[in-house]
């Protein structure tokens, strides 16, 4: 989900500073749940990459392109055999506009529409 930037917010003014929204996520696993309550505030996450550059796919490798930009790591022993991003949509006034579509949707645009149509009922229907 992406938020308006506040300068309240409690993120360093140099996380993606040339975007007024950030995205924000709710944990959703054990661990997301462990790691939050172990903490007092916002975490800046990232999804294995610079900014413009592939995801890393292997800890050695994340070390490496990642240092200097990284305080801490959570590693872990699973094989990537693919990169995927996901998808990121806005759900506004005028209805549903795609920001980054997921890899694997990139050639299925209508079904990607589709779909994210019914999510958003579905997301309307929980708020």
Not at 35 to 59: H, W
Not at 98 to 121: F, I, W
Request: proline residues 4%.
């Amino acid at each position: 989900m992406l938020v308006k930037r506040r300068d309240s917010c409690g993120v360093a003014a140099g996380v993606a500073p040339q975007h007024e929204r950030l995205g924000f996520m709710l944990p959703y696993t054990p661990l997301h749940h462990l790691l939050l309550r172990a903490l007092d505030g916002p975490v800046v996450m990232t999804s294995g990459n610079r900014s413009g550059e592939p995801q890393c796919t292997d800890n050695d490798e994340a070390r490496q392109e990642l240092a200097g930009i990284a305080d801490f790591w959570l590693m872990h022993d699973c094989e990537i055999v693919n990169r995927l991003d996901d998808s990121v949509v806005r759900f506004d006034g005028h209805g549903i506009s795609v920001l980054r579509r997921a890899r694997l949707r990139a050639g299925a645009a209508g079904a990607a529409r589709a779909s994210m149509a019914r999510s958003g009922r579905w997301l309307r229907a929980a708020i």
